[in-house]
């Protein structure tokens, strides 16, 4: 009995010790907020993104996984340059197919029909 009255002054010493030190009852103070880490080299701005740039792109550790407004900016500034470069993209093969159309236009035939093609029809 003395032994488990002992043992739960002695957590309750701790408890308080930890409690006392996390909300600032010493000298130093409470402990120093963690200043948040920022994303070091964001995707560039003065041109394009490339391969490289995505594959070297790292976001600094939150408390619960990554910063939700880094990976946010992320996605958002790729999602926008897919879309302007598929809709680029699209463009370009339209052009493509107009200019191949005009190219291989109504191709008219100077063969001379076959005899009896005419009755056929």
């Known amino acids: 009995m003395v ?30 907020e963690a200043a948040p880490q920022r994303l070091q080299d964001p995707l560039p701005l003065e041109r394009p993104v490339n391969r490289a740039d995505v594959e070297a792109l790292r976001f600094p550790l939150a408390a619960r996984g990554y910063r939700m407004s880094d990976v946010d ?16 993209i699209a463009d370009l093969e339209s052009a493509l197919a107009g200019a191949q159309a005009v190219a291989h236009g109504p191709q008219l035939s100077m063969e001379k029909p076959a005899p009896g093609a005419e009755d056929q029809q």
């Open 3 to 32: 032994m488990f009255l002992f043992l739960v002054v002695a957590l309750a010493v701790v408890v308080a010790a930890v409690t006392l030190a996390v909300v600032g009852g010493g000298e130093t103070g409470p402990l120093p």
């Open 73 to 88: 900016d992320a996605l958002s500034r790729l999602g926008a340059e897919l879309a302007e470069r598929d809709a680029r």
